[in-house]
């Protein structure tokens, strides 16, 4: 089966294959399908951390996976720090390190999260709240990447550009534009310039992989 994403706005997606659905920092959402086998929240910011949010999603056997501070503010297990690997069902989820080299909004020592979800043999990177980093180059096998692009906080589009070429991903999406920070022309410019096939979302919209 095909895995399909759907960019839910900002830095939210919904991730589904035959394996089953994975979450990722969902936020703002307008329904509440109960459908997720698998959510990742990145960090604690609001835009990322939002416990309404998970329980639209949440049904009874969810597993949430989260830095040990977000955890504690889901009221969920499975607190995790960059470097571990967790299998739920079918769905495996590697995180891996996420942070600011050159500003104090998402500091290196927090321990919050990038993952790897592997979902019907399909490799996804999702950079979190990142700055162009020294560990994506360890990243293997990538099928697609999900790069912020907005800059101030995370990646701007030039740098997400070069995080592709460190990554050596088949696919990209950029994220983190058309909400609180990031333009259209930000995502545009990414999507024009990478290295790779990059795909230019609009809120619910999805990409077939």
Request: net charge negative.
């Amino acid at each position: 089966m095909a895995v399909e994403l759907k960019w839910l706005g900002h830095a939210s997606f919904r991730i589904a294959g035959a394996d089953g659905v994975a979450y990722i920092d969902p936020w703002k959402l307008a329904d509440a399908p109960h459908d997720a086998d698998v959510i990742v929240v990145s960090h604690s910011h609001f835009d990322h951390c939002s416990p309404d949010d998970v329980k639209k999603v949440s049904k009874a056997d969810t597993a949430v996976i989260a830095p040990a501070d977000t955890i504690a503010r889901l009221g969920a297990r499975n607190a995790v720090a960059p470097g571990e690997s967790v299998t739920i069902k079918d769905i495996t989820v590697e995180t891996v390190a996420a942070y600011n080299v050159n500003k104090a909004f998402h500091p290196r020592g927090n321990n919050w999260l990038g993952v790897v979800i592997t979902i019907d043999g399909k490799r996804i990177y999702y950079a979190g709240d990142t700055d162009l980093i020294p560990e994506m180059s360890d990243l293997a096998d990538i099928d697609l990447a999900l790069l912020p692009v907005g800059g101030t906080y995370t990646l701007n589009a030039a740098e997400a550009v070069k995080a592709c070429s460190a990554i050596g991903c088949k696919h990209a999406v950029p994220y983190h534009w058309g909400d609180i920070v990031g333009t259209a022309d930000d995502a545009r410019k990414f999507v024009k310039d990478a290295p790779c096939q990059g795909h230019l979302l609009t809120p619910g919209q999805t990409l077939t992989l």
